[in-house]
């Protein structure tokens, strides 16, 4: 490239040049671009020295840093396996020691029967001499004790076991699986509850309580066949309120049946306001 005058900006430049692109604007423009193009791989160069040498003294501390991390890691390493090592050794010997006791125990009862022997046995040496016959006697005692421990022990033993083998009332059982469902166990709610159902002589107020906690917590398990039988036997039940209830989760398990359900709730003669309630629901399952 070269101006109208002749000279080419990118080739030499000598002193009348530089005279030349005082007054030529081309050549000014391009002499300007290039200036500052070195400036900049000036800077750019100088940027580069500059990382350089930082990314060489970082890596120099870091070098030097090594063996400093090294050691702290390896102490906190030892650190924690001496005393993991220390709370295994406390625990082994925490459980050897106890069974120590319990032997020293066991000795001391063992030793103390050969005791009592000797001291049984030391008596009839001395009138030996005399008699054999009164030797005889307290030998046939002390196994007479020894028999009479054990005949008392069955029966204090085998008293508390009838009470504690009595089967629980109804009144119980509702409570234990009040209990269980307060606890998420549905399962064990549900067989609680049914054993107060066919619990023999329940009182029938219970008795249709537990029918609806049953059917209640089958239904919520997702089975909605099992429990429309007892669901039925409630809404025709004497206990309007009970009934109403059970009017609602049966609407759950049949849904296409809830015209016949609130015709056959109201067929019990429920009181005013349930009653009302009751025609309003059968009136919206007619829509």
């Not at 990314?55 to 870091?62: H, I, V």
Request: charged residues 25%; proline residues 9%.
């Amino acid at each position: 490239m070269s101006c109208v005058a002749g000279f080419d900006p990118f080739g030499e430049r000598d002193a009348a040049f530089f005279a030349h692109a005082h007054n030529c604007g081309e050549c000014a423009r391009v002499l300007s671009v290039l200036e500052a193009g070195a400036r900049v791989w000036k800077e750019e160069a100088t940027s580069d020295a500059a990382r350089a040498v930082f990314r060489e003294r970082r890596l120099a501390r870091t070098r030097a840093l090594r063996p400093a991390r090294a050691a702290v890691l390896s102490a906190v390493v030892f650190l924690v396996l001496g005393a993991a090592t220390a709370w295994a050794f406390e625990r082994i010997a925490a459980r050897w020691n106890a069974p120590a006791v319990a032997s020293q125990d066991g000795a001391v009862t063992r030793a103390a029967p050969p005791a009592t022997t000797t001291a049984v046995a030391t008596p009839p040496e001395e009138p030996s001499s005399k008699v054999s016959a009164p030797p005889e006697e307290p030998l046939v005692a002390a196994p007479s004790a020894t028999d009479r421990v054990p005949a008392v022990v069955p029966p204090a033993a085998s008293t508390p076991r009838p009470g504690v083998a009595a089967s629980p009332t109804p009144l119980e059982l509702w409570e234990r699986g009040v209990v269980r469902l307060d606890e998420g166990d549905r399962t064990g709610a549900a067989a609680l509850f049914r054993r107060v159902i066919d619990a023999p002589n329940v009182d029938l107020h219970l008795q249709r309580r537990a029918m609806f906690r049953w059917s209640q917590v089958v239904l919520a398990t997702g089975d909605s066949v099992a429990p429309r039988a007892t669901l039925w036997q409630l809404v025709r039940g004497p206990d309007a309120t009970i009934g109403f209830d059970a009017a609602l989760l049966l609407e759950r398990c049949a849904p296409d049946d809830r015209p016949r359900i609130w015709d056959t709730y109201l067929a019990g003669a429920p009181p005013e306001a349930l009653r009302a309630e009751a025609i309003a629901r059968r009136n919206a399952a007619l829509r």
